[in-house]
């Protein structure tokens, strides 16, 4: 089944502890990208990628770090979350730019 | 600034009735339209498009209308049912420029008995 993977879905850490959100998708697909929801303030884009080693900023993308080093593979990585972190995640990919993607079941961070 | 604006952050229709959900952008340069439909602990998913080059583009119960000239969009759900019940999102992007996908902030559809 054609689908994006992300783990995990829940997650509860503390400020400061560095923590990696995986997400992989097994559709080929060049175009992969993170977004946080927010109530109030809808999908917002964290970062993206184009292709194998090749990221790019979102609209959001302080506080978080992505490596692309496999097709398939697309990590967000906090280096040192905080609480205004707390929120949800979306991870998606496209065969391109432009086009439908296709979304992850988000990861629900918490950060205390 | 926001360039996909949602401006109903709710909207409740009774079932059997018509949903409709409307959406504005503010870049010319768009030509491609979206609309992802989200259920709570879901992630998004693609439910219909169109290209600027038509104004209509129909798939069962859904119909999206597109109005370039008042830079407009709208999806229609016609018979509305409760399984509609969800958060709906606009997107764009600009297919001749390569440029990534915008969100609206989404409006969320309750479907009454």
């Known amino acids: 089944e054609a689908q994006v993977t992300q783990n995990p879905r829940y997650l509860i850490t503390v400020t400061g502890k560095k923590l990696t959100v995986t997400c992989s998708q097994n559709?080929?697909?060049?175009?992969m990208s993170w977004y946080r929801q927010d109530p109030g303030l809808g999908l917002r884009q964290i970062y993206y990628?184009?292709?194998?080693?090749?990221?790019d900023k979102g609209d959001v993308p302080e506080g978080y770090k992505v490596s692309r080093k496999e097709k398939r593979n697309f990590p967000l990585i906090l280096e040192s979350p905080s609480p205004n972190q707390t929120s949800l995640y979306f991870c998606a990919s496209s065969f391109d730019i432009g086009y439908g993607y296709t979304f992850g079941s988000g990861t629900r961070l918490t950060v205390v | 600034d926001q360039q996909v604006k949602q401006n109903s952050p709710s909207l409740s229709v009774q079932e059997g009735r018509i949903s409709i959900l409307n959406c504005d952008y503010t870049n010319s340069m768009f030509d491609y339209f979206l609309w992802y439909k989200k259920y709570p602990a879901e992630g998004p998913t693609f439910l219909i498009s169109i290209s600027s080059i038509k104004d209509k583009n129909e798939d069962g119960r859904f119909t999206v209308f597109l109005n370039k000239s008042a830079k407009h969009l709208s999806l229609h759900i016609v018979p509305s049912q409760p399984g509609d019940s969800a958060v709906y999102f606009c997107?764009?992007?600009?297919?001749?420029?390569?440029?990534?996908?915008?969100f609206g902030k989404g409006t969320r559809l309750h479907i009454l008995p």
């Open positions: 559709m080929n697909h060049e175009y």
């Open positions: 997107a764009a992007s600009s297919m001749n420029r390569d440029d990534k996908i915008i």
């Open positions: 990628s184009m292709n194998v080693e090749v990221t």
